[in-house]
């Protein structure tokens, strides 16, 4: 292999710039050369290639965002799509590719490989956290991080008020980040679309936490749990007659200069990219497990499911007295 390809494709997070940067230099090791492709997917059908150097990537690891821009691609859905991708890669003589992405970025890299065979390794980057084959997604710490350092403010003010406080965090689908931040934050409650705990139940806490004197509660919510944060707030309130207030964190938790935990394993994962398609690996994703880089077949990632901790949810709820 003498030319491979980079993109960052779907949700931004935050250290997809340490994956690249990582991809670039250890092809400039390998002496291989690594052109970016711009706007993930949609750019690759357009073409949008440039040659990275070492050089192009210098003081990009402590940068949020992803300097290769990312974009959703509805034509890659299709095999019509997918084959105009493919041949503007031929084209260019890239003859694999880096997709730094979520899953379905990754079904994307399966069907180039499948239909036109195109050398393809996946590097995690999404801050839910919510893929199968790795403990830690590229984005995820920096995520947990900014949500925390929010719902500490939050807490003053909760505090000062005597106010009960429902903090909505991003996870769709996903409990992960809720869960850190509400053991890490000390919250009263945590609500994740993984946890069958009705509304009817939260009102049974809240009641029995204002029993027991508690002035203030941080109540954290997953975006995905029955209509996230507005609608809890809402029923919970008036239900049990409390001043109540909604804080929806959104997108600040997407952006932002990613940790030293993030950059490493950024650099780490977009390393391990590179050798693994030297070394005649495709379809696959590189990840982390208890500390060692595992390659995960792609299918894998979305045909299974990763599930939060049973025993972080029990210490979450042990804590919270
Ligand atoms: P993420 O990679 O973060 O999961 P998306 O699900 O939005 O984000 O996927 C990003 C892009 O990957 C989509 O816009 C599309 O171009 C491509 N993609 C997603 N799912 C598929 C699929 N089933 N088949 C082909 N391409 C896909």
Redesign the pocket.
Same mark, same amino acid.
């Given at each position: 292999m003498k030319r491979i390809g980079v993109l960052t494709? !779907?949700?931004d997070a935050p250290g997809m710039n340490a994956a690249i940067r990582a991809v670039v230099r250890t092809g400039a090791a390998k002496g291989i050369e690594v052109i970016g492709v711009r706007r993930?997917?949609a750019g690759m059908m357009d073409g949008e290639f440039e040659t990275l150097g070492p050089r192009s990537v210098a003081n990009t690891v402590q940068r949020g965002g992803t300097i290769l821009l990312t974009a959703?691609?509805?034509a890659?859905?299709t095999p019509e799509g997918r084959a105009i991708g493919a041949s503007k890669l031929k084209e260019a003589g890239i003859e694999g590719l880096v997709v730094i992405?979520?899953?379905?970025?990754f079904? !994307?890299a399966h069907?180039l490989e499948l239909e036109h065979d195109i050398k393809s390794v996946g590097v995690p980057g999404?801050i839910d956290n919510d893929l199968y084959g790795t403990d830690y997604t590229i984005g995820y710490d920096t995520a947990v991080n900014t949500a925390l350092s929010a719902i500490d403010r939050i807490r003053d003010t909760a505090a000062s008020h005597e106010r009960l406080f429902f903090i909505e965090v991003m996870g769709r689908h996903a409990g992960f980040i809720a869960l850190d931040v509400g053991i890490a934050g000390g919250a009263e409650e945590i609500l994740i679309p993984e946890r069958p705990e009705s509304l009817e139940q939260v009102i049974e806490i809240v009641r029995e936490s204002a029993k027991k004197g508690k002035t203030s509660s941080i109540i954290i919510v997953a975006e995905g749990y029955e209509g996230g944060g507005l609608k809890v707030m809402d029923t919970v309130s008036k239900a049990t007659g409390l001043d109540a207030r909604v804080s929806i964190l959104g997108h600040v938790q997407r952006g932002g200069s990613p940790t030293a935990s993030d950059r490493v394993l950024a650099s780490r994962l977009g390393n391990a990219a590179v050798i693994a398609l030297l070394d005649g690996k495709s379809d696959v994703m590189v990840g982390i497990h208890a500390g060692e880089v595992v390659h995960v077949p792609l299918h894998e990632t979305w045909e299974k499911k990763k599930d939060v901790s049973l025993e972080m949810r029990e210490l979450a709820k042990t804590l919270a007295m």
């Amino acid at each position: 292999m003498k030319r491979i390809g980079v993109l960052t494709s !779907g949700g931004d997070a935050p250290g997809m710039n340490a994956a690249i940067r990582a991809v670039v230099r250890t092809g400039a090791a390998k002496g291989i050369e690594v052109i970016g492709v711009r706007r993930g997917y949609a750019g690759m059908m357009d073409g949008e290639f440039e040659t990275l150097g070492p050089r192009s990537v210098a003081n990009t690891v402590q940068r949020g965002g992803t300097i290769l821009l990312t974009a959703r691609c509805k034509a890659f859905y299709t095999p019509e799509g997918r084959a105009i991708g493919a041949s503007k890669l031929k084209e260019a003589g890239i003859e694999g590719l880096v997709v730094i992405g979520g899953d379905g970025s990754f079904h !994307g890299a399966h069907y180039l490989e499948l239909e036109h065979d195109i050398k393809s390794v996946g590097v995690p980057g999404t801050i839910d956290n919510d893929l199968y084959g790795t403990d830690y997604t590229i984005g995820y710490d920096t995520a947990v991080n900014t949500a925390l350092s929010a719902i500490d403010r939050i807490r003053d003010t909760a505090a000062s008020h005597e106010r009960l406080f429902f903090i909505e965090v991003m996870g769709r689908h996903a409990g992960f980040i809720a869960l850190d931040v509400g053991i890490a934050g000390g919250a009263e409650e945590i609500l994740i679309p993984e946890r069958p705990e009705s509304l009817e139940q939260v009102i049974e806490i809240v009641r029995e936490s204002a029993k027991k004197g508690k002035t203030s509660s941080i109540i954290i919510v997953a975006e995905g749990y029955e209509g996230g944060g507005l609608k809890v707030m809402d029923t919970v309130s008036k239900a049990t007659g409390l001043d109540a207030r909604v804080s929806i964190l959104g997108h600040v938790q997407r952006g932002g200069s990613p940790t030293a935990s993030d950059r490493v394993l950024a650099s780490r994962l977009g390393n391990a990219a590179v050798i693994a398609l030297l070394d005649g690996k495709s379809d696959v994703m590189v990840g982390i497990h208890a500390g060692e880089v595992v390659h995960v077949p792609l299918h894998e990632t979305w045909e299974k499911k990763k599930d939060v901790s049973l025993e972080m949810r029990e210490l979450a709820k042990t804590l919270a007295m």
